[in-house]
């Protein structure tokens, strides 16, 4: 069945570097995006990955294994105002997107 | 500023009461959806269109209607509310030429049922 994993909470310090996981059994593989939500605000696009490897983009990374079902969201120099949820979301092959349930980042001074 | 726009921000309605939430874009985006999120669980589809004059079934359509009848606006109607509808509501919207076809979502809108 469709499935995405990751965890519902970590802990970071403003100015480390956080790793957030996400695994997924979904009905085929058409992308995966990482979207960003603050506490009480719309979810916003952070990247894109359909093929394997790593995409780059300021502090913010993403990365895929479609062979492992595998994703991670790297944030380095890590801000107050990273302190939010970040949703991974698998686009299936019928272009039917598929979420977790999100994992809520708290940044520590 | 160019985007979503949510109508009502929040809501409290009585059980078997109809209403109707709103969404207008400028963005001349083809496709939108209506999304619920409820604690611990990931976004839901209710309902999507991928172009005016067009709608379909999500995850979760049941005790929801929707229509398109142009391309900015696309209402989500609840005809006969249940507490079970209690949650927060997210209209999104996205251009098919856009091979990512990223998702732009409106503020929200939270309903509760009683």
């Known amino acids: 069945g469709q499935n995405i994993d990751q965890p519902t909470e970590m802990t970071a310090t403003e100015g480390a570097i956080v790793q957030i996981n996400c695994t997924y059994q979904?009905?085929?593989?058409?992308?995966l995006f990482w979207y960003q939500q603050h506490a009480g605000e719309a979810p916003t696009f952070l990247s894109y990955?359909?093929l394997d490897g790593l995409e780059e983009k300021g502090r913010f990374s993403s990365f895929l294994s479609r062979s492992k079902g595998y994703s991670y969201l790297l944030l380095k120099e890590l801000q107050m105002k990273d302190s939010a949820s970040y949703l991974c979301?698998?686009?299936?092959?019928?272009?039917?997107?598929?979420w977790g349930a999100g994992t809520k980042l708290i940044i520590k001074p | 500023t160019a985007g979503i726009t949510q109508a009502p921000t929040s809501q409290i309605l009585a059980a078997g009461r109809s209403m109707t939430l709103r969404c207008t874009q400028d963005?001349?985006?083809?496709?939108m959806y209506w999304y619920r999120q409820d604690l611990g669980l990931g976004l839901r589809l209710i309902h999507y269109?991928?172009?005016?004059?067009?709608?379909g079934k999500g995850e979760v359509p049941d005790g929801y209607s929707v229509s398109r009848a142009n391309t900015d606006d696309f209402p989500l109607t609840l005809a006969s509310a249940v507490p079970s509808q209690t949650s927060v509501y997210f209209c999104?919207?996205?251009?098919?030429?856009?091979?990512?076809?990223?998702?732009?979502f409106g503020a929200g809108s939270r309903l509760t049922v009683l």
């Open positions: 999104a919207s996205s251009d098919a030429g856009d091979g990512a076809n990223v998702l732009t």
């Open positions: 963005m001349r985006h083809n496709a």
């Open positions: 269109s991928n172009t005016a004059g067009t709608t």
């Open positions: 979904t009905s085929g593989f058409n992308g």
């Open positions: 990955n359909v």
């Open positions: 979301a698998v686009r299936e092959s019928n272009y039917q997107l598929i």
